[in-house]
């Protein structure tokens, strides 16, 4: 078998094609961590140049490696935790609380409604990658009955705006899903506002939010 020296010694675009051949996402990220004990395998500049060709993204010269990596990992599955989602009433602990939910992702705490009738949440992803996404809700929905959602897109790139909407329905069940809301297609590096609303009067409770996010579709 080859010594991790051969690799090293490699031509950088051999190694380049190599990584933008691999399918999935996960297993691009898997080989970056195998790299991290030959860092001189890819450059910063071999970083830029493969961020470039799989997504069309220009990165400055002062940017680091490190900066350069953890933008390539951020940009596959963007996520807005709950305790981070901003609305209506989000601060009120008759309307809405934060707290620790059995089963939600990573240590922070869910969101949940104690009661409203006016619901209206917001998240915001910054500087998502050009990219064809899924926009996925995990939640669960403790109460008698199913609730509907407007769903409403909007990116903002600075000279220009898109919006789009539709509705979704949250089923009744206690246990967690991952609802996958719409799709979202980017044509270039931007900022995604997710807004979530239900403003029919009724009042309505017991949804369980643990996070908004953007998952690549590969």
Not at 38 to 56: E, Q
């Amino acid at each position: 078998m080859e010594t991790p020296t051969s690799l090293m010694e490699m031509p950088e675009g051999v190694l380049l094609h190599t990584v933008n051949l691999l399918a999935k996402t996960t297993d691009i990220l898997q080989f970056r961590e195998t790299c991290k004990a030959l860092r001189d395998l890819l450059g910063a500049d071999a970083w830029r140049s493969l961020l470039k060709r799989r997504w069309g993204t220009v990165f400055e010269r002062n940017i680091t490696l490190e900066e350069l990596i953890r933008a390539f990992a951020a940009a596959n599955s963007p996520r807005v935790v709950a305790c981070d989602i901003d609305g209506a009433w989000i601060n009120n602990e008759r309307y809405w609380c934060r707290k620790r939910v059995n089963g939600t992702s990573g240590h922070h705490r869910a969101l949940v409604l104690q009661a409203v009738c006016w619901l209206a949440l917001e998240a915001s992803f910054k500087n998502v990658f050009a990219g064809r996404y899924s926009l996925v809700l995990r939640c669960k929905r403790g109460a008698d009955a199913d609730m509907a959602l407007r769903v409403i897109v909007t990116q903002d790139s600075g000279d220009q705006q898109c919006t789009r909407s539709k509705s979704v329905k949250i089923v009744r069940g206690h246990a967690w899903k991952k609802l996958r809301v719409c799709t979202v297609d980017i044509e270039r590096i931007t900022a995604v506002t997710i807004k979530l609303e239900n403003k029919t009067g009724d009042w309505k409770n017991g949804l369980v939010m643990d996070y908004l996010q953007l998952v690549r579709e590969e």
